[in-house]
């Protein structure tokens, strides 16, 4: 069988994982075990059989091959399986379950596959377990990167980080370590140290090193500020590493992505159509696009972006819950179960469970909601869970709830406007609180003279109070430096209800005016 096992580790490497699949099949059945080579043949067999079937996604398959490898591998002296022929070439390549390349058995090398099927599985305490049967001393950058996100799944972070601080030392380019380590307080110093303790593949500090090194050291510092929610300071950075890399589609669905965090939906929509025309096929981030899209009612390019992305891969939580948003509108119970369908491809998906959150309150069901939007908190806090959670308690009447979530949403992020506006709004909901609530508008108005949120919840709060012009007055000042149609329509609206007709309906016109030049500007893109 020795050619059969040639063309088995070709087929593997070829990623013809179907057909490998089926000779696997023969080779397994065909394996002797009447002496120790046979024996070694036949793990060598159920070890590519396993990665044929996890190439297919056959993850229980595979599992169940690569455990009865590491029964068989145990009946066998240590000596003979080391000195055991194996048919496969040499690439240079560490095996890996798309890799048949194994000069002799590897029990580490296999107990991380079975912990990749494990986790693929979603049985995390599991693939844990077999991970840690795994010394330190020899776990590959694979392994530490595995081991970093089991153990952060299992909210053990002392160990995640010592995990992803070995990745970075191994490699100081993995970025998913970089966003993690920062998500879990690492200073940009401590990042500094990592660097200089990577290897220098170069030999020498060239003028690229150091070049390297102070890209590298700023992506890091946005990366920090967006985890400390300096949302301002990390988009500040973001756009200077623009300067030095013109259309990096990571750096600009980066920006993107905080950008609709905060609120800058016109600039985000901006960013992710820049994205898509640089490359019309990528996916990361555009289940936001599509949210944003929806938020503005802009329903033939969210069509059209649901296509695109049900054409390049269906399968995929961005593309579930871009479909739970474009039949928002339509079924709000079929867009709830694709919400719920994301959550089932991948549940640490954040933006499945902040869609999720949203349709439950529709749906008034703002129980359920809570649950969402604190699943959304446990994995990464930011601005959207905070006010979700808020909404949710307000819905249930439970005010001191909803007070504590935005006290500390605004403890949190002290430097953002819209978590001092967050608190107004609860303020806001009694007769009692009115003047607590202007007095964080006021706060945010101040913190941020921009923010256009605060601007239109101070101008709500002057009408209830009977304070008509003073609202006016506020929200013209606002319409002078800021073209925006929620602007026009607010002051149409309170010179509608003091009976001023003409000046309303010349601010309608302006809102549309607003509208129609938003659409130019994007089929100017397009």
């Not at 060598?44 to 591998?73: I, P, T």
């Not at 099927?117 to 991970?131: Q, T, V, Y």
């Not at 289940?287 to 503005?296: R, T």
């Not at 026009?488 to 129609?516: G, P």
Request: contains cysteine; hydrophobic residues 40%; positive net charge.
């Amino acid at each position: 069988m020795d050619a059969a096992r040639e063309s088995m580790a070709a087929l593997l490497d070829a990623g013809l994982f179907g057909p490998a699949q089926t000779l696997g099949c023969f080779l397994v059945s065909s394996a002797g075990a009447g002496n120790d080579a046979g024996m070694s043949m036949k793990v060598e067999s159920l070890v590519q059989h396993g990665d044929a079937l996890y190439g297919e996604k056959e993850f229980r398959r595979a599992l169940n091959a690569y455990k009865q490898a590491m029964q068989y591998s145990r009946s066998i002296p240590r000596q003979a399986t080391s000195n055991t022929r194996s048919s496969v070439s040499v690439t240079g390549r560490s095996p890996s379950p798309n890799s048949s390349n194994l000069l002799s058995f590897n029990e580490n090398e296999v107990k991380f596959k079975i912990a990749l099927c494990h986790s693929a599985l979603c049985e995390h305490r599991e693939a844990l377990h077999e991970m840690e049967g795994i010394p330190s001393k020899v776990r590959t950058l694979k392994m530490n990167m595995m081991l970093g996100k089991l153990y952060r799944i299992s909210r053990n972070s002392r160990t995640a980080v010592v995990c992803y601080k070995e990745c970075l030392r191994q490699c100081p380019y993995v970025f998913e370590a970089i966003t993690a380590l920062a998500e879990m307080g690492l200073s940009a110093k401590e990042f500094s140290l990592l660097f200089s303790q990577a290897p220098n593949r170069g030999g020498k500090l060239s003028g690229d090193f150091v070049d390297t090194q102070r890209w590298w050291s700023r992506y890091v510092e946005a990366q920090c500020c967006i985890a400390s929610h300096d949302y301002k300071g990390g988009l500040d950075i973001y756009l200077e590493l623009m300067q030095r890399f013109p259309n990096n589609v990571h750096i600009l669905l980066e920006i993107a992505k905080v950008e609709a965090i905060i609120g800058r939906n016109d600039e985000a929509i901006m960013n992710f159509e820049k994205v898509r025309l640089i490359d019309p096929n990528i996916m990361t981030y555009m289940d936001e696009y599509a949210i944003l899209l929806k938020s503005k009612s802009d329903y033939i390019r969210l069509n059209k972006l649901v296509h695109d992305m049900l054409h390049i891969d269906p399968a995929r939580p961005e593309t579930c819950v871009a479909l739970a948003a474009m039949w928002e509108r339509k079924d709000e119970r079929k867009a709830l179960t694709y919400a719920e369908k994301s959550l089932r491809v991948d549940d640490r998906h954040i933006t499945g469970y902040i869609m999720k959150g949203n349709l439950h309150l529709s749906l008034n069901r703002p129980d359920l909601a809570v649950t969402d939007f604190r699943g959304a908190q446990e994995l990464r806090a930011d601005l959207r869970s905070y006010q979700g959670l808020v909404r949710a308690y307000l819905a249930l009447s439970k005010c001191k709830d909803a007070l504590f979530t935005a006290r500390e949403a605004m403890k949190v992020m002290h430097q953002s406007a819209k978590a001092l506006k967050l608190v107004g709004d609860v303020h806001a909901i009694s007769s009692s609180g009115r003047e607590k609530a202007r007095k964080f508008y006021e706060s945010a108005i101040r913190l941020e003279p921009g923010f256009l949120g605060a601007a239109l919840a101070l101008a709500d709060l002057h009408v209830a109070e009977g304070r008509n012009k003073e609202a006016v007055m506020l929200l013209e000042r606002y319409i002078q430096q800021w073209s925006d149609d929620s602007l026009h329509i607010k002051v149409a609206q309170v010179h509608a209800a003091t009976n001023m007709l003409s000046d309303a309906l010349s601010h309608y016109q302006s809102a549309l005016r607003c509208v129609f030049s938003w659409i130019f500007r994007i089929a100017i893109l397009q």
